[in-house]
């Protein structure tokens, strides 16, 4: 996803930055930094302007990371790599990663990092409501998953299919806890879903950001960074909605490679990106920092406040991904 960098980088708006240029540029490789997501592209430049370490650009995307590192175990390539929390927690399982816990571990809440430091999350997404406010009709901005299901809303919502999409199934893990499931129990994802199909629920396979956009789909479950990236960078009155019920957050994680060839260049680019100037970057792309960072009164404001956020909980990561295939065949089976 594209996004406009903000004028001046956060970080001088933080006081005593922490981190200044060496003499001489480091060198470090990190799989899947794609410049254009989650606004990697200022994180490189500020890793070399205030760090001093130089890491190119790269275009993988999480699977590729790994699939990569896999392939490279007895000659490592990368230093570290960024993906999803799912695929780090599988680059445990291969042996690719080793434990590192940067300056500001400790403050990265719990269920959001590995405890031994094999990951830990640099930002992360919260599943909520994307509301093109203009395309309801005027309907009220619904408040709650419940309120879907009302007949004002009546093929208003969407949400990605759960048996395909990641996103889709975050939703569905999201919704379940919502009405008092768990990751052994989806029978309230179920029957919450059955309920929604009653009011004729739009259900692509892929990304439907433009489709909100266009008012096509008013209401759809997804990420707040989209929702934000709507208000603030399109011309259109849009909202991101956290449900009353509560939600999950989804992390994005990073790892220190086992046996990298900088493993020093390495640990000090992710004491950086754990940083208060390398966490205040993610805001950029309208990310939430992992750690609690004091961000300008201008940037915080473009969040919905501290206290809705504490509705949003982390889960067991590895017992949502074992559950995924199993959920999806159910949902395909028992939805309606």
Known sequence: MKHTVLAVLFATA?????????????????????????????????????????????????????????????????????????????????????????????????????????????????????????????????????????????????????????????????????????????????????????????VPKQTSYARVVSGEIPILFDYDFNAYRAKYNEGGNYEFVLPCEGTIRVPYVMSLVANAPHPETAKKALDFILSDEGQAIWTNAYLKPARPVELPADVAGRFLPDSDYERAVAVDYAAMAAAQAAFGERYLSEVK
């Not at 930094?33 to 490189?44: G, K, N, Q, R, V």
């Not at 434990?99 to 590995?114: C, T, V, W």
């Not at 031994?116 to 005027?138: I, Q, R």
């Not at 569905?172 to 029957?191: H, R, S, W």
Request: with cysteine; proline share 8%.
């Open 14 to 202: 933080i006081a005593a930055p922490a981190f200044t240029t060496e003499a001489f540029a480091e060198d470090a490789v990190c799989y899947n930094c794609p410049p254009e997501w989650a606004d990697w592209a200022s994180m490189l430049k500020a890793l070399d302007e205030q760090a001093g370490i130089t890491m190119p650009h790269d275009n993988k995307n999480s699977g590729q990371a790994l699939s990569q590192m896999i392939a490279e175990k007895a000659s490592p390539v990368a230093d570290v790599a960024y993906y999803g929390v799912t695929t780090g927690i599988q680059a445990i399982k291969e042996g690719v990663v080793q434990p590192y816990k940067p300056a500001g571990f400790d403050e990265i809440p719990d269920g959001l990092k590995d405890p031994e430091g094999n990951w830990f999350a640099v930002h992360y997404g919260t599943l909520g409501m994307f509301v093109n406010v203009d395309a309801l009709a005027g309907a009220p901005v619904p408040q709650c998953w419940a309120d879907l299901a009302k007949p004002e809303y009546k093929a208003m919502v969407g949400y990605l299919d759960p048996a395909s999409a990641f996103v889709g199934y975050a939703g569905a893990v999201a919704v379940n806890q919502a009405f008092g499931g768990d990751l052994t129990n989806f029978g309230p994802a179920i029957k919450y879903f059955n309920d929604l199909a009653a009011n004729s629920p739009l």
